[in-house]
């Protein structure tokens, strides 16, 4: 089994790579708390698919266990969902010395994540991420939210779970749709950090080839966002790096609703959108966003901006930024692998976006 240590100067946890996870999380469990409740957090495709496994792992361990199953989507990350857990754990008599486990994708993770950090003032959870953007990026770091109608992730908390059980075989199950919209998280990483990623995705013939291969790429990415939080858990410097394409891609997910661009597809447009301009600028090397294209559109994810009011599009950026100070921090590529943090004024923001 691999595993990396995430070290901060409290709350350290271990990201474990292993299979068969949903059998081995009850014995962790048991191994390392007092308390005999279960509650697990997750949607209803998961639940679907593994109710099964996940009653019969719990209950040959005799722990009391609760599935507690929300709508697959963005518009479950809301305050009336989050209100639901609550009265679920409550009727559930959960205490402090039980455990949360979030299972499913980034909506899971950011939802169950933040209902562990305010329930009770507090409580203990896992992360058992099921998708690819989930394991290689929104499961690790701490980052829990909901959204706000007028905002994604305007209420939340760093909060770091106990452990990360990252199981790749749950991929198996993914739509390829969505597959694709964790590369575009996995591309990412190559552009900001370490080129040799995007050279591999360039290599593999089919997504075969890439599920074989995706447990050292998902290592990969995790090893680099370990290091990124670890100098900078709380995201004042370099771990802003992470957001390169997500200024305009929340952007655009919120203009179409959440409903025409996944996560990743939107990040994708981000990505392009202000490599394109950057390279004009000269501020990045003359082949990059080619090259950014072209990793992007062998798996099927978008690159052209779609038409959108340029007026509510720049305003959400700026919202989204949460940020009341006249400069916004962009992620600029200056070359394959390696990106850089750019301070620019809210009135140049149309220049990069
Ligand atoms: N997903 C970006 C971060 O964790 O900072």
């Known amino acids: 089994?691999?595993?990396?240590?995430?070290?901060?100067?409290?709350?350290?946890y271990n990201i474990y790579f292993e299979k068969k996870i949903i059998y081995k999380i009850p014995q962790y469990f048991k191994e390392n708390y007092?308390?005999?409740?279960?509650?697990?957090?997750?949607?209803?495709?998961?639940?679907?698919?593994?109710?099964?496994?996940?009653?019969?792992?719990?209950?040959?361990?005799?722990?009391?266990?609760?599935?507690?199953?929300?709508?697959?989507?963005?518009?479950?990350?809301?305050?009336?969902?989050?209100?639901?857990?609550?009265?679920?754990?409550?009727?559930?008599?959960?205490?402090?010395?039980?455990?949360?486990?979030?299972?499913g994708g980034g909506v899971v993770g950011d939802l169950g994540g933040f209902a562990a950090s305010t329930y009770l003032r507090g409580v203990d959870y896992i992360q058992?991420?099921?998708?690819?953007?989930?394991?290689?990026?929104?499961?690790?770091?701490?980052?829990v939210a909901i959204d706000l109608p007028w905002g994604k992730n305007l209420v939340g908390s760093f909060y770091h779970p106990k452990a990360v059980f990252?199981?790749?075989?749950?991929?198996?199950?993914?739509?390829?749709?969505?597959?694709?919209?964790?590369?575009?998280e996995v591309i990412k990483y190559g552009f900001i950090r370490d080129e040799s990623i995007v050279h591999e995705l360039m290599k593999f013939n089919n997504d075969e080839e890439l599920l074989t291969n995706i447990e050292d790429i998902i290592y990969k990415c995790c090893s680099i966002k370990k290091r990124v939080v670890e100098k900078d858990e709380k995201d004042f410097?370099?771990?802003?790096?992470?957001?390169?394409?997500?200024?305009?891609?929340?952007?655009?997910?919120?203009?179409?609703?959440?409903?025409?661009?996944?996560?990743?597809?939107?990040?994708?447009?981000?990505?392009?959108?202000?490599?394109?301009?950057?390279?004009?600028?000269?501020?990045?090397?003359?082949?990059?966003?080619?090259?950014?294209?072209?990793?992007?559109?062998?798996?099927?994810?978008?690159?052209?901006?779609?038409n959108m009011d340029r007026k509510s599009v720049l305003d959400a950026v700026v919202l989204d930024k949460k940020s009341n100070r006249e400069n916004i921090n962009l992620i600029i590529i200056k070359k394959i692998g390696e990106g850089i943090i750019k301070e620019v004024s809210i009135s140049d923001i149309g220049d990069y976006i």
């Open 237 to 306: 410097g370099e771990r802003m790096l992470l957001n390169f394409g997500h200024t305009l891609g929340h952007a655009v997910e919120r203009y179409f609703d959440y409903k025409k661009y996944s996560h990743g597809e939107a990040v994708a447009i981000g990505m392009v959108q202000i490599t394109r301009k950057s390279e004009i600028l000269s501020l990045t090397q003359k082949g990059t966003s080619k090259l950014l294209e072209e990793v992007l559109n062998k798996y099927s994810l978008p690159i052209e901006t779609p």
């Open 166 to 184: 990252i199981d790749s075989d749950f991929l198996k199950t993914l739509d390829r749709r969505f597959l694709h919209d964790g590369l575009a």
């Open 1 to 12: 089994m691999k595993t990396l240590k995430l070290n901060l100067k409290d709350n350290s």
């Open 34 to 103: 007092s308390g005999k409740k279960i509650a697990i957090i997750t949607d209803h495709n998961i639940e679907k698919l593994y109710r099964l496994e996940l009653n019969r792992s719990l209950n040959a361990l005799g722990l009391e266990s609760k599935i507690i199953s929300v709508k697959p989507g963005e518009e479950s990350k809301s305050l009336e969902t989050l209100q639901e857990i609550y009265y679920e754990l409550s009727k559930f008599k959960f205490g402090r010395r039980d455990l949360i486990i979030t299972l």
């Open 128 to 143: 058992v991420p099921t998708s690819l953007l989930a394991q290689v990026d929104s499961s690790i770091g701490g980052k």
